[in-house]
């Protein structure tokens, strides 16, 4: 049943987009009450902070009232156990969870129940369906094959049934994989699709008959966009969110900004405790307006964006968000030429037990720095695990020396992966 569930919302998500705004914001409003009453009644850690700041959802009189709700932030989220942040009516291991990628250097576990997670997807397959891609169309995702779902009995028949290639794959494999194939559609991590496009462009590779290419999780540059859309002669859609709350906004084939989920994400721009004007940048405030299992309410989730009062040509009522900031990290390259992901080092250090923070710079082609912050789960072990990790997915004969150190250092919004060389992208 939870395909047809899926389907269900689906078709709803897609009516909502042309609602008037008016009636938006009156969805809005409605499921704001109803997910903050719910988690003030029912989830101890929202219950005790609101108590803390003198709130109560009595207070919602209407959207604006919103900014009376204090603000929560990450580092509270990996603080807090995570039975105070789900609902007292939920059995954890009834639940769904989902590890973020940690792109600041650490990972968190957020759950969904099953209606959250049908609703969550539904929302992100409204962004691709609405750009063109068909409901049996040849899709490819590439991604951490940690992620990989089990195939549901209706993608047996082909329906919205992706083939998932690993991030961790070499170009070579991925092309040859893709002959088999022959994809309409392309999806899944920026710098992966980018390594791909500069393989096949460099070794002058036949490309295929593409009808979309959807990026996601990594900061879309225009010079990487352009890299993309030449090689593969096909349109370039970003998508921007994060697993706490999933899809958030999206481009549409107008490009005139990412329009912002908020039949089911009030996003916010704010700088201190204001928001912003239109124009001008700030960081992203989310409220989940559906996940009751473990609700985030004003959670900052560290990112920084642009919003617009524009309104698209494309005829959506969904706003726009103008410009994306942050999420900016490196590739590196070992000295057989071969190109790495920045999105590798989260997927690597996550699956090492004891690691929390960490920090790897790129000195030289075969030589790494890593930095990794003391806890009471450091060992030894831990040490070499990541090393071992690290010779695995990178070669052999990358040196690397590794550090126990204190604190992380920050730089702005830290970075986990940094790169002091240059790409040779001629030798992909």
Partial sequence: ?????????????????????????????????????????????????????????????????????????KGEIRKAEISHLISNEYNLDELKLIETSGSTGTPMKIAYDEPADDFSKAINLRSHIE??????????????PEHFPQENWFQKFGLLSPHWLSLY?????????????????????????????????????????????????????????????????????????????NRTAWECSQHNGYHLDIDSV???????????????????????????????????????????????????TLPLMKDIKGRVTDYMQNSKGEIFSPIIWTTMMRKIEGITKFKAVQEKKDFIKLNLEDNENMSAKVVQKSKNEIKRVMGEDMAVETEVVKNISKEGKKRSAISKIDIDWNMV
């Fill in 1 to 73: 049943m939870g395909a047809i569930k899926k389907f269900i919302q689906l078709k709803k998500a897609q009516k909502r987009q042309y609602w008037s705004e008016d009636k938006l914001k009156e969805y809005q409003y409605k499921k704001l009450k109803k997910i903050v009453k719910y988690s003030y009644d029912n989830v101890p850690f929202l219950h005790n902070k609101f108590k803390k700041h003198g709130f109560n959802p009595d207070q919602l009189k209407s959207l604006e009232d919103i900014s009376l709700i204090p603000f929560t932030t």
């Fill in 131 to 144: 750009n063109g891609m068909g409901y049996f169309d040849e899709w490819v995702i590439f991604a951490d």
């Fill in 169 to 245: 794959e070499k170009p070579k494999f991925h092309y040859e994989k893709l002959k088999e194939i022959d994809p309409d559609i392309l999806s899944g991590y920026t710098s992966s699709i980018r390594i791909l496009a500069e393989y096949v462009g460099k070794n002058n590779l036949n490309t295929f008959d593409i009808k979309k290419i959807f990026t996601t999780s990594e900061l879309l540059t225009p010079q990487v966009r352009k890299i993309i859309q030449n090689i593969f002669d096909a349109d370039v859609i970003d998508h921007f969110g994060c697993v706490e709350v």
């Fill in 266 to 316: 009030i996003t916010e721009f704010v700088r201190g405790d204001e928001k912003v004007s239109p124009g001008e940048e700030g960081e992203i405030v989310y409220t989940s307006l559906y996940n009751f299992a473990m609700p985030l309410i004003r959670y900052k989730v560290g990112d920084m964006g642009v919003p617009t009062d524009y309104r698209c040509d494309c005829g959506r």
